[in-house]
């Protein structure tokens, strides 16, 4: 069954791994997009990116400075969203923006990912009716600004205040030290001109805690900074460099109080409060976030994945025999043990990221209706999500990157930019380690109501299951035998560790340890239990969706299942091993039926990392184009170095040859 991306023209080793596919790639895009007609949705709109002369390049942005990049994406950005605005719809629009501007940020980022959500999920009605419409429209741009230049992951200790006067009914916002201020947030430095900044509430002198309120940052008009505020961009970073990350003071500010973000917690005009119905729903564009970058992240990887292994299809490097043709670097079992395993977690990464994005919005209904009892269930699940997916992420993107030799060094590849914008998500959205905790104090409470015999959500009823043996390599060639006898064994793992780690914390607290302090002692194996939890969760989506799969992709998704299992139990051997659950046999069990895996996907690797189906434009890698044709590319790419505008440098010029003439003239 050949793969639809073949061409003519295309570098040969890459058709005839296309040529051998067994499986309808286009039937698995269409699987992983949702349904064909989504498949076709995002074909076109490639296609249309590719076309509209507004989108032209005239040189890679790599190529550009930084203001001149900052420009080239505002000046698309205008273009999406006016001209394209009412032609795709607000799921399709990711996709727009990533083929269009690429993943370094644009100016209405975090008016997307985090301005728009707040308003939504946390203004009361009469300031979301008078502003959603604005922002809707783009006649202003919003962040959202929390983090300080002091504290970014201990909230409790912002030291931004919002401080209500009775006697105006305005709050005034104010930053009362330098590392008060805001620092970090996208988009704040120069683009947009209003915020939800969150603040410390304080109402008669009493610290209510961290809310979120509306201010105005520049004028309207003129774009310049109002009174009172100083705002501007922290400069240049590993990459996002096309986003103002930014700075902000507020020097005793004055907003109305209708401006506090009202929907939950609520402040009467003579300063009574009322809390929320959950204390942390003021945290909600946080979770939102959390809860859409898994799936986001699942696509970084599947870059990296399609680049690696298309440039290893037409890499030829060495002999594996004496006298043989030069081979494809495919062909060698470190590389497919390197490349692999990042296909199939890029797989299991974009559905589980489509499951929790479902969950998301089941829980955002039931708050609408006045029901926060699925958010610490969620809240759990996408602090562990956020924290494994981007770790995962950015070792597998710099595997990928190692796996291309020198050329993956280069710019060219496309993926240092790309390492540089996917390991931002270690920190943004909640440090890894610390989110994990979150996890980890969820797991705790599952412990506790396994033992008392209560109920659990789905994601954590494997706290109330029994062991039994490890039944791994003992349930003969019957490949949805062993998927199950893998699951089982990871979910015995999983519970192992939650339940050492809670008896490890009860042992410090029984010693005479306070709660907090004796937690701060076993915090590495709480994290441990959480990242297995989250492992479970990851291989059980991805089972879910092997399960639901079409017939005509199912034997790829299975051989692609295995590898993935296999990969993460030989990962975890040392968990599998630990307690005797597993035995030694049984992992070398598993290592060879890896090493199985790696032969039986070799014929379709290619295709799999066709059917992630991203363009050449979005894929922005010489080394990853789908015609395979790199080396001419490359050197054209190169040829547009500023370096090489002219023949001889002026700092050759200036410099160096003087230095060489005086030189030469001593002799
Ligand atoms: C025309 C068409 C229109 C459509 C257009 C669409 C266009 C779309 C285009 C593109 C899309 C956008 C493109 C996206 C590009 C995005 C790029 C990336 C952006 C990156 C942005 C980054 C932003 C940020 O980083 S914002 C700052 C984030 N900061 C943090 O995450 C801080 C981390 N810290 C915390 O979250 C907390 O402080 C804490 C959790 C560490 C601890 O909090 P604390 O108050 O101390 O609470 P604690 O005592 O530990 O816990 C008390 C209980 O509360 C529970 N809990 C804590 N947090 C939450 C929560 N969030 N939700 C629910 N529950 C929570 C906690 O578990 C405790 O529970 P328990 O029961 O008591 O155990
Ligand atoms: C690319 C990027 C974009 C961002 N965008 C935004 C934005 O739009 N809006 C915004 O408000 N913020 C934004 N941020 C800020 C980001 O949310 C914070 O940097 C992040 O929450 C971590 O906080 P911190 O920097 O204060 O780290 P710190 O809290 O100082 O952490 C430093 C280290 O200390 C350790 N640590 C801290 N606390 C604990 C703990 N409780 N337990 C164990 N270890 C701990 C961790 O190892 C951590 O790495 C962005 C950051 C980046 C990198």
Redesign the pocket.
């Given at each position: 069954m050949p793969n639809r991306c073949i061409r003519p023209g295309d570098n040969p080793d890459l058709t005839k791994e296309r040529e051998t596919c067994t499986f309808d790639t286009d039937e698995l895009a269409a699987n992983l997009y949702g349904s064909r007609r989504n498949l076709e949705r995002r074909r076109e709109i490639s296609q249309k990116v590719s076309a509209d002369p507004d989108f032209a390049d005239p040189i890679p942005h790599e190529f550009l400075s930084r203001e001149k990049a900052v420009d080239a994406t505002a000046k698309k950005s205008k273009v999406i969203f006016q001209k394209w605005k009412n032609l795709v719809k607000p799921e399709e629009m990711p996709h727009l923006v990533n083929e269009a501007v690429g993943i370094q940020g644009f100016p209405l980022a975090?008016h997307h990912a985090?301005f728009l959500p707040s308003l939504n999920s946390q203004a009361d009605d009469d300031l979301a009716a008078e502003i959603l419409p604005r922002a809707k429209a783009y006649e202003i741009i919003g962040?959202?600004?929390?983090?300080e230049m002091g504290?970014?992951?201990?909230l409790r200790e912002l030291e931004t205040t919002a401080t209500y006067d009775k006697t105006t009914q305005e709050f005034v916002i104010n930053t009362p030290t330098r590392k008060a201020m805001?620092w970090?947030?996208?988009?704040?430095g120069k683009m947009s001109n209003y915020a939800v900044v969150?603040c410390q509430l304080i109402i008669d002198g009493k610290n209510l805690g961290p809310h979120n309120f509306l201010v105005q940052l520049r004028c309207e008009k003129t774009h310049e900074p109002l009174p009172g505020i100083t705002v501007g961009d922290i400069g240049p970073?590993i990459a996002?460099n096309t986003?103002d990350?930014g700075f902000l003071a507020l020097d005793n500010v004055r907003i109305p109080r209708r401006q506090m973000l009202m929907k939950h917690a609520k402040v009467s005009p003579d300063g009574t409060y009322t809390p929320p119905i959950h204390a942390k729903l003021n945290y909600g564009a946080m979770v939102h976030v959390r809860a859409h970058m898994i799936y986001s992240h699942g696509h970084l990887l599947a870059r990296a994945a399609a680049v690696a292994t298309r440039y290893s299809a037409v890499r030829r490097q060495g002999r594996i025999e004496n006298g043989g043709p030069e081979v494809q670097i495919l062909d060698y079992q470190t590389q497919q043990h390197r490349i692999f395993p990042q296909i199939a977690r890029a797989y299991a990464i974009l559905f589980a990221g489509q499951e929790v994005r479902d969950q998301y919005a089941k829980t955002l209904e039931g708050i609408a209706n006045g029901q926060a009892d699925l958010l610490p269930d969620l809240h759990a699940l996408t602090s562990g999500l956020k924290s494994v997916v981007t770790f995962m992420g950015g070792l597998g993107i710099e595997q990928c990157r190692m796996s291309c030799g020198g050329h993956g060094y280069s710019d060219a590849s496309g993926l240092p930019k790309l390492y540089g914008v996917q390991i931002?998500g270690c920190?943004?959205?909640?440090?890894?380690?610390?989110m994990l905790?979150q996890t980890a104090r969820y797991l705790m409470k599952g412990v506790k109501w396994a033992e008392q015999g209560k109920s659990l959500s789905p994601s954590i009823a494997y706290l109330g299951k029994k062991s039994g043996k490890s039944l791994i390599g003992l349930k003969g060639g019957d490949i949805t035998r062993e998927h199950e006898a893998i699951l089982e064994t990871l979910e015995h793992t999983a519970r192992r560790l939650a339940i050492d780690a809670s008896q490890l914390w009860e042992k410090r607290i029984k010693g005479g340890e306070c709660k907090e302090r004796a937690w701060?002692g076993v915090?590495v194996e709480m994290n441990r239990a959480s990242r297995v939890y989250t492992r479970l969760f990851m291989a059980r989506s991805f089972h879910r969706r092997l399960l639901s799969s079409p017939s005509s992709i199912r034997s790829v998704l299975s051989d692609l299942f295995s590898l993935y299992l296999h990969y993460e139990c030989v990962d975890m051997a040392q968990h599998l091993l630990e307690d005797g659950h597993c035995n030694g046999g049984q992992i070398q069990y598993l290592k060879k039926r890896l090493y199985e895996d790696l032969t039986t996907l070799r014929p379709n690797a290619v295709s799999l990392v066709d059917s992630f189906e991203i363009s050449d434009r979005e894929l922005n890698s010489v080394l990853g184009r789908r015609d395979g044709n790199v080396y001419e590319a490359l050197f054209q790419w190169a040829k547009q170095s500023e370096l090489n505008y002219t023949d001889v440098l002026p700092a050759v010029k200036n410099y160096m040859m003087p230095m060489m003439e005086e030189n030469r003239s001593k002799l």
């Open positions: 975090l985090m962040t959202y600004a929390q983090t504290h970014g992951t201990n805001k970090w947030p996208g988009n704040l969150c970073k996002y986003t990350n931002g920190t943004y959205e909640g440090e890894n380690m610390v905790q701060n915090t």
